[in-house]
């Protein structure tokens, strides 16, 4: 559906220069929900802005849908951005405008017949979940309701894509989830392809499928969700999937466990799928003579199923101790020693 050929865009020029994309290369495939996570400045919104023609790169190509935005111009440009809509971080709606007249000003620009028009917005209302509300203004909204006014308005023109620059980000964390759950139920009804921006993990792992992680313009790691949890190879990619499974009271905790009992090896284990619901760790005490304590633990769970992350000391032989670590391996579970002798 997306196809980014070697993209660079870069702002001004000589010493004033900035490469705010950085030779990106990726695929999006249709009807997937695809994330880009990146601290601050690595070039996400301009990324993202990319997709529907609003910022056109200095050297590279861009295909949504079969059609090069990068090389389109004027009114078949403004046809293409029907097709590849955007809801955004602080909405963009219009203030003096109720919520069905915000829903309706894509179509009315669009030409489309006033019943015709009502029709769909009523539509939309009804699928966002904002009936009651058609007749309220903006500023009578809460954050959750304006977001879904951006959405319906952004479903209006039916289409094939919706970009979201990160349109959770100014929301309390039980109003993102509710909207990242409208997203997920939108994608499924309506086979809709979404690229989303941001800077939070739990986004990525709520509702995304695959992740593209960039850094100073370059996407430097990209995979399915759960592989990218369970295996992130990138230091930056660590410190995200660190933010959801180790919880600040983790180090401490890690640290708590090492002074008192300095012997073992701290062991970080992570596993997926039907491997989080195993008893694993019962037939690991059974089996071998050691000691096990857990340290801190969590199930997270992603679009494609279950990841699972425990820290744990073992405490015993060395040779047998080696010998549970590689019974984890051959079970599927990911090891990784991150403390003690
Ligand atoms: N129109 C512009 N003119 C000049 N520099 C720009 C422009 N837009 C972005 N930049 C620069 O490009 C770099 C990438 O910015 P961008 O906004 O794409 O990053 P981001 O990852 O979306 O960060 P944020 O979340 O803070 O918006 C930054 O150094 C930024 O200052």
């Avoid at 959801?244 to 012997?263: C, N, Q, R």
Wanted: charged letters at 25%.
């Amino acid at each position: 559906m997306i196809h980014l050929h070697e993209v660079v865009k870069q702002y001004g020029t000589g010493a004033n220069q900035i490469v705010a994309v950085d030779g990106v290369t990726l695929s999006v495939k249709e009807g997937e929900i695809f994330g880009i996570i990146g601290y601050s400045g690595a070039g996400k919104s301009t990324l993202i802005r990319l997709l529907n023609g609003l910022e056109m790169p200095t050297v590279g190509t861009v295909k949504v849908g079969g059609l090069e935005i990068s090389s389109t111009k004027g009114k078949q440009l403004r046809m293409a951005r029907q097709k590849v809509s955007m809801i955004f971080q602080h909405f963009n709606l219009l203030w003096s405008r109720t919520v069905k007249e915000n829903i309706a000003f894509p179509l009315e620009i669009s030409g489309v017949a006033k019943v015709e028009r009502e029709k769909k917005v009523a539509e939309l209302i009804e699928l966002v979940g904002l009936s009651g509300r058609e007749n309220a203004y903006p500023s009578q909204l809460s954050g959750g309701q304006k977001q879904r006014v951006g959405i319906a308005r952004a479903l209006a023109n039916d289409p094939e894509v919706l970009l979201c620059d990160e349109a959770t980000s100014a929301l309390d964390p039980e109003t993102t989830d509710a909207i990242l759950d409208l997203l997920t139920g939108i994608n499924k009804r309506l086979g809709l392809t979404i690229v989303l921006i941001t800077h939070e993990m739990h986004v990525i792992r709520k509702i995304c499928h695959r992740v593209a992680v960039m850094e100073a313009g370059k996407v430097v790691e990209i995979g399915d969700v759960l592989e990218v949890f369970q295996m992130p190879k990138e230091p930056i990619t660590k410190r995200f999937v660190a933010q959801l499974t180790e919880p600040t009271d983790a180090k401490e905790a890690i640290e708590h466990i090492g002074e008192a009992f300095p012997t073992g090896k701290l062991v970080r284990l992570a596993f997926v799928g039907e491997r989080t619901e195993q008893p694993l760790l019962a037939s690991l005490i059974r089996k071998f003579n050691i000691d096990v304590n857990i340290v801190q633990g969590n199930i997270s769970h992603t679009q494609a199923g279950a990841y699972g992350s425990l820290i744990l000391q073992l405490v015993g032989d060395d040779k047998i101790i080696e010998q549970a670590i590689r019974y984890l391996h051959e079970h599927d579970v990911q090891t990784e020693v991150i403390g003690n002798d």
